[in-house]
């Protein structure tokens, strides 16, 4: 429609305000921070303790300015703009208190920059270095403190270097709530301590170390590794876990050396978790395999690449010839990229012939579900009008979406339904809490409660829904969201955790679909015609391909980047079927207890090593970047994928990366539109389907870059991709499927739900999340996280404790239906009465040896010891 | 285990309740705190913070930011001593350095210099255990610290609560 | 037992120099020496008649309107009016508190410790029928950690006065009710400044917060909040009982009434005298204070705590009427929290105001980069200065130093680069020796050793 002139409706009231910074006029939002609405305009008004993603303080000093009419100098950090404000951040006056506070924390400060981690990229070098006077004035003696301080195995501190802004101190309790470091004493001799005995120990502390300005806070894992002009940068997402945050990752001799967070508005608000941000070392373990290998009689050896992947294929030629497409199986593929899972589908799928894929380990929820829900993206957390979460473990399966659901909670006051089963870091400010009991079903008075905190509140109920029980099955899960989806508006965020589950899921790698969220029934023509061939029938999910190898149904095991024997809750049921299976072809990088039995070893790239796209948890496709060269021979998965596809005839004909990601936009239905060059272009990448989100699109116009204009480090302010809506909107028609293209699949609110079975009085129900410090192989390969891994043990509540008649810290025998161990108790008031919890880990203490993947829940006999 | 002994915690919880939000009673289960143990221990804090929901960094925080707050074992008598400027021209360093003297090796007392005690019409000014006295001079803060010493003044607590 | 007598309580109409106090916060602990400070002492002395005529009356906003018209400005420091400071309170926001200030911090400071410990009664009636006024249900009042005696006798007072049903729930049979919390500090000057105390008061360190928003719109919990000094509550039931205009004709100019002067340092009868503003200081330490020990001369006198800058002995200056606008506008000084330190000349006024650098460097706060850095640094140099190690240039290194903490170096109010006025304060005295010492100090440093003797 157009309009002409005469009706054109009148200009609407104006809702900006204007405001003049050092001559610059600009239109600002009411209430904006002077601070913030400055530089957005192009004035940086220097500042050492504001920090965008923080509430305001005002204790630097640094950011005063003059404003007309005004009396004395307010900071404009803490400052809301108003109307006509003409404001000087640069005048005579101004300057003379930004130098005088400048020498104010130099005065106190350490000349020891040339061996400071933070040398290079300091905002208090810099300044000086600009604007500072030759000498010094001060000619007192200095503050003195003892050289670096552990606030914890991570987290170093020099006080000398301190300057005071208490970013660290705020961002633990404002962001992290995790109060445990304050600032002690007062004056001159104010300083950040924790307490004695009780170390910085949060999941999130690195991020204190990327924020502070100088370097007072350093990391154990980063000191004097390198210097900041050694580095150099590419942009990337951390797979670590689903949330995938925005990172920039820094090598210097082939090395990664450091991850810092980047500030993505939709994902991680520029905040990392600690293993993902330390955990990067482990693609540089000495444990790595990096040559190919196979088995000759009865041990492996080094072999050329070629004859590894004759052997793959031979292998999988004859299973194939003798046994059928259905004797082969590939488990895993959830830690790769979109491009390899897609490759790997078309291996397994159009050129195999077998459905028996699965990315998942039995720790998920069925595809069916998470790729047919209705989605939630993170930032619907934000105008939610409740937020429902069913799993206690989010800080540790998903840390960097923990932050995000505190910051809706309790900065923009969305009401928390907390449906996990035992206690967690939020349920303090729930506005309702109802224990669900596993396996049982949502009550009628939950739904009520539900009902009640949304009245008023606009915006969908956001169900935040994983699998944070090992111990019960999927099925329960998926039937709580049925009920959810049933009485109220939801969207579904998925936890799932595992680094890119839902961009394997999405590329087809999941029994009875294809790539792009369609169906194998639905798919069927359009795949077979692309692809030359696609099975017949629906495969078995990986609890029906470990039973089926158990059974010696399955002859050739692909482990693509799995351990099932540490991965599936079941470790018994797992252990069986390695052990039945007549050829294991691993496409890993470390040899595992699953790996070990392999018959061919084709080693992979890892993170970092590797580029191309990834999902995360909301379906946002994003780059990751290559920043070192693969170590050894290792090969990307993709390409390992089509060499195979090559030896059994097939030529894929895919040279590079961004060929597949172009095919998978091409082919897949979900993915259409989501071009390499678009994947490059969108600054907070594409949420799938494209065509839904098209408006969504901010394109680039200048790269990631840690260094301001003037040369000065910025990795201490938020890390930022410079973008602008596009001026042409993204037109929708234009991303969305061809119009014979499958459809995507729909979740129809379906769910099998089993009746658990009944309660004895004698027996708890066992609740197994994960712990974030787990038995990984990111975890155990970085010795610096290994050593944050808590000693396994039971947590119930103290009345069960005192029934059971041991003390908290005593040894009990539980028992399952798969077995009997001893195990440490803990009484712990967060835990209710009839449940008992525990982390997962494969080991003799963990939880794999009592889950039984085919009860529904676990019930525990807990006898005490004597 | 309880740091604060039965009578004590039920007295901590009242002044918990007293107000609005639990944290307030940080300052006022230190001086609890002290009362009972002479200093401010770190079993002290941790039950601080259990008692007012808050986390054991986050007390101490608080804590240090005060000086009455003894965060190391001090003597039984605390002298604080003025040397802000009405006492310091009329004799208040001296008065301190003559009891830092005195006392450098008597664990009992703990000598300290404060800053104004808001006993400038009495300078120079000390308090034992926040109890005044005024117009000292170095002999007589000695004979009155000595009385508290033997019994013949009865002091307050370490935190300035009466003794019954 | 303990010489309780508390300083100056004692003090009162000089003999023969014909000037006289006006005793009426102070009346009745002049009266009764030997109980003011108990229930009967007060009751016999017309303790809470004003409470039962103001909740007889039930008119809170004409208590409001007295206050307003009997011009009572803050006691605390700032001066700011009483009423309209009540006036901000956003109507019809609820809970809201009422916050006394006792934390009585500023060096020569004496009066609100002499009020808590000798007159506790009237602050409670003064509080209660503020709260009335302002329509508060929940009063705190914060009282210094070292003033054992004071929260002593205060939370005893409260507990006597509830047992009368002075307080607590439907006081008197009005239908309204008032509690009264008893906070004590631990030892912080800072937690006198208000955002500081509601800060400590709510369990944290005592770090003054950034304005806007101010306490009477986010107080304590985030809920409105009034700040008032012990005096100026004390001083509200007498209000109530003069009326307002009556007390209004008390005092000159904009300072009305009367207010407590802590006289201190050389003078021959230190101590608090109540007096009617607009008084000399020459009366007030001559007529009153009894002159100067030895008959010496005033060499140079602080004349509102340790946050002001100074002024001198001459004549000019001691015949300045106690008149808050008028030594602000004429001389850049405060008369702040009424306390007059006296220094004859033998005095050292670089030592002082070396001793005064060292009390803010060790009571800022350190949430400010140039007060926590700056104090620290001026009374560094001081320090040296006053043991013979100056360098020429170290007066106006710290001149210059100073402008970074408070550009200008004014007075009252205070230009400042800091959250609150503490870090200013702690450059008074530099303003203040280069404005009157400057010859002496520069002579003197000229000869001093330096800084590597
Ligand atoms: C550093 C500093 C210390 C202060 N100390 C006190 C104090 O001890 N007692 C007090 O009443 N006001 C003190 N004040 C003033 C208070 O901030 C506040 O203005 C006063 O309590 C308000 O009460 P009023 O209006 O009744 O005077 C201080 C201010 C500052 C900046
Ligand atoms: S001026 Fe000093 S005392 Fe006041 S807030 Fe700043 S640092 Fe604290
Ligand atoms: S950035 Fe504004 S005061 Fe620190």
Redesign the pocket.
């Known amino acids: 429609m157009t309009t002409t002139e005469s009706d054109a409706p009148e200009a609407p009231k104006k809702t900006t305000v204007t405001v003049t910074v050092d001559g610059i006029t600009f239109e600002a939002q009411p209430g904006e921070l002077l601070?913030k609405a400055a530089q957005e305009n192009g004035v940086y008004i220097p500042?050492?303790?504001?920090h965008e993603r923080m509430k305001?303080v005002?204790?630097?000093?640094?950011?005063l300015v003059e404003i007309e009419g005004g009396r004395g100098y307010p900071?404009?950090?803490?400052t809301p703009v108003a109307d006509g404000m003409v404001v000087h951040s640069q005048n005579d006056t101004v300057k003379q208190i930004q130098d005088g506070v400048l020498e104010f924390l130099l005065i106190n400060h350490p000349l020891d920059c040339p061996v400071c981690d933070r040398g290079g990229e300091c905002p208090l070098q810099d300044q000086t270095l600009a604007f500072g006077p030759g000498e010094s004035r001060f000619v007192e003696e200095k503050r003195h403190f003892p050289k670096p301080i552990p606030l914890s195995e991570l987290i170093l501190l020099d006080r000398e270097r301190c300057i005071q802004?208490a970013r660290c101190i705020r961002f633990a309790d404002e962001i992290a709530g995790d109060v445990l470091i304050d600032f002690i004493d007062r004056g001159d001799r104010m300083q950040v301590l924790n307490f004695e005995e009780q170390p910085f120990d949060s999941y999130f502390s690195g991020n204190t170390v990327q924020i502070c300005p100088v370097g007072a806070l350093t990391a154990t894992q980063y000191r004097f590794r390198a210097r900041p002009w050694d580095l150099s940068t590419a942009e990337t997402s951390c797979t670590t876990c689903s949330v995938q945050c925005r990172g920039a990752v820094q090598s210097s001799s082939n090395r990664l050396v450091r991850l810092l967070a980047v500030d993505s508005e939709p994902v991680n608000h520029g905040w990392l978790c600690d293993k993902g941000r330390y955990g990067l070392e482990w693609i540089h373990s000495d444990n790595r395999l990096l040559e190919p290998q196979v088995r000759d009689g009865g041990t492996r050896r080094e072999v050329s690449w070629p004859d590894a992947l004759d052997r793959a294929a031979d292998a999988i030629e004859t299973a194939k010839e003798l046994h059928g497409a259905d004797s082969i199986a590939v488990l895993g593929g959830a830690r790769g990229t979109n491009e390899d899972a897609y490759v790997w589908s078309v291996l397994a799928k159009g050129v195999i012939g077998t459905d028996n894929v699965d990315a998942q380990l039995g720790d998920g929820l069925p595809a069916e579900f998470v790729l047919g829900m209705e989605r939630a993206e993170i930032a619907d957390l934000d105008g939610a009008s409740a937020i429902v979460l069913l799993d206690h473990d989010v800080r540790d399966e998903v840390p960097v979406l923990f932050l995000r659901l505190r910051r809706a909670m309790l900065e923009l006051g969305v009401p928390l339904v907390d449906l996990a089963p035992v206690a967690h870091g939020l349920s303090a400010h729930a506005a309702v809490v109802s224990r669900r009991v596993p396996g049982e079903r949502i009550t009628a008075a939950v739904h009520d409660e539900i009902t009640r905190v949304t009245e008023g509140r606009d915006g969908p109920v956001v169900v935040v829904v994983g699998r944070g029980n090992l111990a019960a099955g999927a099925d329960s899960v998926v039937g709580v969201a049925a009920d959810l989806a049933r009485v109220h508006d939801v969207r579904f965020l998925s936890t799932l955790r595992r680094g890119n589950v839902h961009g394997a899921l999405d590329a087809g790698l999941t029994p009875g679909f294809l790539p792009g969220r369609t169906t194998l029934d639905a798919g069927r023509d359009w795949f077979a015609e692309r692809w030359g061939g696609v099975p017949a029938e629906r495969g078995l999910d990986a609890e029906g391909i470990l039973r089926a190898a158990g059974d010696g149904k399955i002859r050739v095991l692909v482990l693509l980047g799995s351990d099932p024997i540490s991965d599936f809750p079941d470790a018994t049921l797992a252990r069986r079927a390695i052990d039945a299976v007549d050829t294991i072809i691993a496409v890993d990088a470390f040899e595992s207890e699953s790996t070990e039995r392999a018959d061919v070893f084709l080693p992979c790239t890892l993170w970092g090593e590797k580029a191309g796209t990834v999902s995360n948890l909301e379906g946002r496709v994003q780059r990751v970047g290559r920043k070192v060269a693969p170590e050894g021979t290792a090969m990307d998965d993709w390409r390992i994928a089509g060499e195979l596809a090559l030896r059994l005839g097939r030529d894929l004909d895919l040279a590079t990366v961004d060929e597949v990601t172009d095919e998978i936009a091409r082919v897949a239905p979900a993915f259409a539109g989501v071009t390499s060059d678009i994947v490059e272009s969108a600054r907070d990448g594409v949420v799938l389907p494209f065509s839904a989100h098209a408006a969504e699109i901010v394109l680039r116009t200048r790269d990631l870059t840690l260094m301001a204009d003037d040369g000065a480090g910025v990795s201490w302010d938020p890390i930022k991709v410079e973008g602008e809506t596009p001026a042409e909107p993204v037109d929708e028609a234009e991303v969305a499927a061809p119009a014979d293209a499958p459809p995507l699949y729909e979740w129809d609110g379906h769910a099998a739900q089993p009746d658990p079975p009944g309660r004895d009085a004698y027996a708890l129900r066992l609740v197994v999340g994960r712990a974030l410090y787990d038995d990984g192989r990111l975890v155990s390969e970085v010795p610096l996280l290994q050593r944050l891994v808590g000693e396994p043990e039971l947590r119930v509540h103290p009345s069960d404790l005192a029934r059971i008649g041991v003390d908290s810290g005593g040894q009990v025998k539980v028992t399952s239906t798969r077995g009997s161990q001893v195990v440490a108790v803990r009484s712990d008031a967060g835990v209710p009465a009839g449940i008992a919890c525990m982390d997962f880990s494969a080991d003799a203490l963990g939880a794999a040896l009592l889950i039984d993947a085919r009860q529904p829940v676990v019930d525990l006999r807990v006898e005490s010891l004597r | 285990m309880s740091f604060f002994d039965d009578a004590n915690l039920t007295k901590a919880r009242e002044i918990v309740a007293r107000y609005p939000r639990a944290k307030s009673a940080i300052l006022p289960l230190a001086h609890l705190a002290q009362d009972q143990n002479g200093w401010l221990s770190q079993e002290a804090m941790e039950q601080i913070a259990e008692l007012t929901a808050t986390t054991p960094a986050d007390v101490l925080g608080t804590c240090s930011f005060y000086t009455m707050l003894k965060r190391r074992p001090c003597g039984k008598l605390v002298v604080s001593v003025c040397t802000n400027v009405t006492c310091l021209v009329v004799g208040g360093p001296e008065v301190l350095d003559h009891l830092e003297h005195r006392y450098a090796s008597e664990p009992d007392v703990t000598v300290e210099e404060v800053e104004c005690l808001a006993a400038c019409g009495g300078a120079p000014a000390l308090q034992v255990n926040y109890e005044f006295h005024e117009r000292v001079s170095p002999s007589s803060a000695e004979e009155i610290i000595e009385a508290y010493r033997s019994g013949t003044l009865r002091a307050r607590t370490v935190s300035g609560a009466s003794v019954a | 037992m303990p010489d309780l007598t508390p300083n100056g309580a004692t003090g009162g109409t000089s003999g023969g120099t014909g000037v006289e106090e006006t005793r009426i916060v102070t009346r009745r602990l002049h009266d009764r020496v030997d109980d003011s400070w108990t229930l009967d002492g007060s009751l016999a002395s017309g303790g809470y008649e004003v409470l039962r005529a103001v909740l007889a009356k039930g008119d809170a906003a004409d208590v409001q309107e007295q206050v307003k018209l009997s011009g009572l400005r803050g006691r605390g420091g700032a001066g700011f009016p009483t009423a309209q400071k009540w006036s901000f309170l956003p109507p019809n926001s609820f809970p809201r508190y009422l916050v006394v200030n006792a934390d009585e911090g500023e060096p020569s400071t004496f009066k609100d410790r002499m009020l808590l410990e000798l007159d506790p009664h009237q602050l409670i009636e003064g509080i209660t029928i503020a709260s009335y006024a302002v329509q508060c249900n929940l009063a705190f009042v914060y009282v210094r950690g070292e003033f054992a005696l004071g929260h002593e006798r205060l939370t005893r007072a409260i507990d006597d006065a509830r047992g009368k049903g002075f307080l607590g729930k439907n006081i008197l049979g009005s239908g309204f009710d008032c509690e009264i919390v008893v906070h004590r500090g631990a030892g912080a000057y800072i937690c006198g400044e208000e955002t500081a105390l509601l800060e400590s008061l709510e369990g944290e360190r005592g770090m003054p917060r950034i304005r806007p928003p101010f306490p009477a719109i986010e107080g304590l919990y985030a809920k409105p909040t009034v700040v008032n000094n012990v005096e100026t509550l004390s001083t509200v039931p007498h209000i109530m009982q003069m009326g307002g205009e009556e007390y209004a004709k008390l005092g000159v100019n904009r300072s009305t009434g009367t207010r407590i002067f802590s006289v201190s340092g050389h003078v021959n009868k230190p101590g608090n005298y109540e007096v009617e503003l607009g008084m000399s200081f020459r009366d007030l330490l001559y007529g009153l204070a009894g002159g100067i020990r030895e008959d010496r001369k005033i060499k140079f006198f602080i004349p509102g705590g340790a946050s002001s800058q100074w002024l001198t002995g001459s004549d000019e200056h001691l015949d300045a009427p106690l008149d808050m606008d008028f030594v602000q506008q004429t001389f850049g000084v405060m008369l702040g929290s009424g306390a007059v330190m006296v220094f004859d000349e033998t005095v050292d006024p670089v030592l002082v105001a070396w001793r005064l650098a060292k009390f803010f460097a060790h009571e800022s706060c350190g949430k400010c980069t140039p007060c926590r850095e700056g104090t620290g640094w001026v009374e560094k140099v001081l320090y040296r200065m006053s043991q013979g190690l100056g360098r020429p240039q170290d007066l106006d290194l710290l001149v210059s130093v100073g402008s970074n903490i408070s550009p200008g170096l004014v007075n009252a109010p205070f230009v400042q680069t800091t959250i609150c006025p503490l870090g200013p304060s702690a450059v008074s005295c530099v303003a203040s020796i280069d404005k009157f010492f400057r010859d002496e100090v520069l002579t003197r440093l000229s000869n001093d050793a330096g800084v590597h003797a």
């Open positions: 601070i500042r050492f303790c504001w305001p005002g204790m630097c000093r640094m950011c900071p404009a950090c803490t802004c």
